[in-house]
């Protein structure tokens, strides 16, 4: 069973909010790279680099117990 929406909003307020704003473009709002890049008006890296962190910060919270290949928490 996956996170519920409850799940979801409290992993989100662990993040800055300049990451929050870049996951939520990229993958609720499915923007690319360059197009959030562009509504910013920052560089593309900058938009690569909160996204990849914003997922690194929650890997530890969404990786589940028992699962082959994962670590038990």
Same mark, same amino acid.
């Given at each position: 069973?996956?996170?519920?929406?409850? =799940?979801?909003?409290?992993?989100?307020?662990?993040? $800055?909010?300049? =990451? &929050? $704003?870049?996951?939520?473009?990229? +993958?609720? $709002?499915?923007? =690319? +790279?360059? =197009?959030?890049?562009? #509504? @910013?008006?920052?560089?593309?890296?900058?938009?690569?680099?909160?996204?990849?962190?914003?997922? @690194? @910060?929650? #890997?530890? &919270?969404?990786?589940?117990?028992?699962?082959?290949? &994962? @670590?038990?928490?």
């Amino acid at each position: 069973m996956g996170p519920s929406a409850f =799940e979801f909003h409290h992993w989100m307020t662990l993040l $800055e909010s300049n =990451e &929050r $704003e870049a996951l939520t473009l990229r +993958y609720v $709002e499915g923007w =690319e +790279y360059h =197009e959030i890049a562009a #509504a @910013k008006a920052i560089p593309i890296g900058t938009v690569q680099w909160r996204v990849f962190n914003a997922q @690194k @910060k929650l #890997a530890t &919270r969404l990786k589940a117990p028992g699962l082959p290949g &994962r @670590k038990a928490a």
